[in-house]
């Protein structure tokens, strides 16, 4: 097992996923989450530059940073190379789930059927992620937990302040925002509105 997610990560049971338009975006964004109390922020490598960033991004935020979109082993090891607390996926990948293993590297692979989510978690993956959630719903982790009571599961993709509620009150080890919470940020919105979302958040999470 790589273990446990990163404490903040875990205390928090938040993760917000930023995907920006080029990683310059990243910094103005990433201070007014951390101003809201958002403790674990993953960024995305479908955003353009986001390895180069890391390094100055990780040294400013007082946080768990993350990468995620990783599909592939080069882009797990440059992951592992520049320091990223965990990293994430979209897909069932066996390669990638015993790589990060190896390494002792917290990985959060995606899946949605029970075959997917439970090869990667009986792998060793320090949890595993319901994508598209939007598409199952909070119910779908207690079908889940019948047959794999001890999996633990971070919902992804359509999470808004309800849901993300309703799937932590069904036993979701943290749930994994974007849109709903980041909003136009990315695209020239008011940080203002976006630490009162994030702070809402946050506490919606954190009770």
């Known amino acids: 097992m790589t273990g446990e997610l990163p404490a903040r990560t875990l205390a928090s049971k938040l993760v917000v996923v930023a995907r920006a338009s080029a990683a310059s975006d990243y910094a103005p964004v990433l201070t007014a989450l951390a101003e809201a109390g958002v403790q674990s922020v993953e960024l ?37 190379e520049v320091g990223a607390d965990y990293v994430v996926t979209p897909i069932t990948s066996p390669a990638l789930v015993a790589r990060a293993v190896d390494a002792g590297m917290p ?50 993709g359509g999470v808004d302040a309800d849901s993300a509620a309703a799937w932590l009150a069904a036993g979701a080890v943290a749930v994994s925002v974007g849109g709903p919470l980041l909003g136009d940020a990315f695209r020239g919105g008011d940080l203002g509105a976006l630490r009162d979302r994030a702070q809402r958040f946050a506490e919606v999470c954190a009770s």
């Open 44 to 80: 995305t490598l479908t955003t353009p530059g986001t390895f180069d960033a890391f390094a100055a991004l990780r040294s400013s935020f007082d946080g768990d940073l993350g990468i995620g979109t990783v599909t592939d082993l080069e882009q797990l090891e440059r992951a592992i």
């Open 107 to 156: 990985i959060i692979p995606g899946g949605l059927t029970p075959t997917e989510l439970f090869s990667s978690w009986s792998a060793g993956a320090s949890a595993v992620k319901v994508f598209p959630a939007g598409q199952v719903g909070p119910g779908y982790l207690k079908d889940l937990r019948g047959p794999f009571p001890d999996i633990a599961v971070v919902p992804s």
